[in-house]
């Protein structure tokens, strides 16, 4: 009984270790530092697999085929074509893992370059001067590259990596023509290749006077002298604009002509383009000055303007054709003149007289005779406003309810009305025949200062100033006890105070027949009657 339960127990121990030992398996992995190469190329491969002990590759390539045990084979490949690589791991109870990569390995037979750029850049037409379009192409099989047939400023460069590079093509072509360009790859195993390209140069359009002034002064209604400029390059044809009235231009066999008789004074810069071409124009400039010429070149209406006595003018400018030495202004006012500068004749100043000033500007100097300009300078006096009644009539005091003496001032210069301000109602102002007059009365109490001012005129207003004082009559009124000022006293005895309060324009009073040993004070705007009565009898008193 004993021995059976010890080959259980054996048993037993011996299942547990098979399972332990059977739950460990292996994974297979694997990598290669390149995966693109030339024929006779190697690939280096690297074990990446876990809980092996054992490998077993196998290299399809193309022939026979290649087997490996090591752990990181280097392989060779001799043709070329997509290869797959597999690899068994098998760990040390057998237990085996496969990893296969399915074309994987990429042999070569010669080097590739595919482009990279927009499809037409390595085939491009450009104009001279202008920067080309970049070449870029990924090779595969080759890490270099020589260049023959690039245009003058332009190159190629190439930027190695592991499988390839990266080509470029790039400048600025400094000669016209058409460049039958190749590059042909270099470094590595994989037969070179040669790609065959054209990059275009357009030759710039040309534009040179051959012949005439393309800056000249011509007198008006004189032919001037014709101007001649070749075209060249890629241009076929060429314009001009800005030329004066009748002058024309014309193209004939490479050569376009300017010539004509301006009809009329100015100064006309022109421009010639060329065209036809697929390249930028080229240009060229002049100015045709046709004489003689005055221009205002000051702001619109500067040259007929109104201005106020002593006032400086808006400058006015002219502009002088380009074979005119000099200028000189008549008819402008004293103060106002005018000065030459080269190319310019500036009128300026301020006067003091008052008028209306025709003024005339002669050019001199030059073949063409002189030229003549015209404006007109108004010149409009300040405005004036006279006080013409009697001199203190614009100072006056009346009483309420009284006419005022009339004030009377005269309007001049150049005013054409004028109102008043701060007067008391009842109190009016009328305006005719250039003189403003203020009349009438008003029950109003108080100062009234007032203000006559001018209106109308361009250079501003004029105005006085006046006081029209309105009083009330004088009023005298009991403001003690009703019956203080009818009382009976003793002799030698103080009589109660009478008092009055004075108004209107009434400043002080005095008393007629007052009792002996009173008496009569006043004291701001009272009236005090007061003191002792020394003397009997009836008084019958009045105060003035």
């Not at 001032?409 to 305006?431: E, R």
Request: net charge negative; aromatic share 8%.
């Amino acid at each position: 009984m004993n021995m059976r339960m010890i080959k259980r127990r054996s048993l037993l121990i011996i299942f547990h270790l098979i399972s332990f030992i059977g739950f460990s398996q292996p994974v297979a992995d694997f990598s290669a530092i390149t995966t693109t190469i030339c024929v006779g190329g190697s690939v280096q491969f690297t074990n990446l697999s876990s809980g092996a002990v054992n490998y077993n590759w196998t290299f399809p390539d193309g022939g026979v085929g290649q087997t490996s045990t090591a752990l990181n084979p280097l392989i060779t490949y001799s043709t070329a074509g997509n290869f797959t690589v597999v690899l068994t791991a098998v760990a040390s109870n057998s237990v085996s893992s496969t990893e296969t990569k399915n074309a994987y390995i990429t042999v070569l037979a010669s080097a590739s370059a595919t482009l990279k750029t927009a499809p037409t850049t390595n085939n491009q037409r450009l104009c001279l001067g202008e920067p080309l379009d970049t070449i870029r192409y990924t090779l595969i099989g080759a890490q270099g590259a020589t260049f023959s047939g690039l245009p003058p400023g332009v190159s190629g460069s190439v930027v190695s990596d592991t499988s390839g590079g990266t080509l470029t093509i790039a400048g600025t072509p400094s000669m016209s023509g058409i460049y039958a360009y190749s590059f042909t790859t270099t470094s590595n195993s994989c037969s070179p290749i040669t790609v065959n390209d054209t990059i275009t140069v357009d030759a710039s359009p040309t534009i040179s006077l051959t012949s005439g002034n393309a800056s000249q002064i011509v007198c008006v209604n004189t032919a001037a002298t014709p101007i001649d400029y070749t075209i060249g390059g890629t241009a076929d044809s060429a314009s001009v604009i800005g030329l004066p009235p009748g002058m024309t231009s014309s193209f004939t066999s490479g050569v376009l002509t300017i010539s004509g008789t301006p009809t009329i004074t100015g100064s006309f810069p022109f421009t010639v383009s060329t065209s036809g071409s697929a390249c930028p124009p080229a240009t060229s400039s002049g100015v045709i000055n046709v004489d003689p010429d005055i221009n205002l070149i000051s702001a619109f209406g500067s040259d007929n303007q109104t201005v106020c006595v002593d006032s400086s003018i808006v400058d006015i400018v002219y502009s002088l054709g380009a074979g005119i030495t000099n200028a000189t202004i008549t008819g402008a006012p004293a103060g106002i003149t005018g000065f030459y500068t080269t190319g310019n004749f500036t009128i300026s100043g301020a006067t003091s007289a008052i008028g209306v000033f025709p003024y005339t500007v002669t050019t001199s100097g030059g073949a063409c005779g002189p030229a003549t300009a015209s404006g007109t300078i108004t010149v409009s006096g300040r405005p004036t406003l006279t006080l013409t009644s009697a001199p203190s009539t614009d100072s006056q005091s009346i009483c309420a309810g009284s006419f005022i003496t009339n004030i009377e001032y005269t309007i001049g210069g150049t005013a054409d009305s004028a109102f008043v301000s701060g007067l008391p109602s009842g109190i009016i102002s009328s305006f005719t025949g250039g003189v403003l007059t203020i009349s009438g009365s008003s029950s109003q109490f108080g100062m009234f200062p007032f203000t006559v001012t001018t209106s109308g005129s361009p250079c501003g207003d004029s105005s006085l100033f006046g006081q029209i004082a309105i009083d009330t009559f004088p009023n005298l009124q009991l403001i003690s006890n009703s019956t203080s000022d009818t009382q009976q006293v003793c002799i030698n005895t103080t009589i109660d105070s009478i008092i009055y309060q004075i108004s209107g324009n009434a400043t002080s009073a005095y008393a007629v027949n007052l009792p002996l040993g009173t008496t009569l004070s006043v004291q701001s705007d009272s009236v005090i009657i007061s003191g002792t009565v020394t003397a009997s009898g009836i008084y019958d008193f009045m105060i003035v």
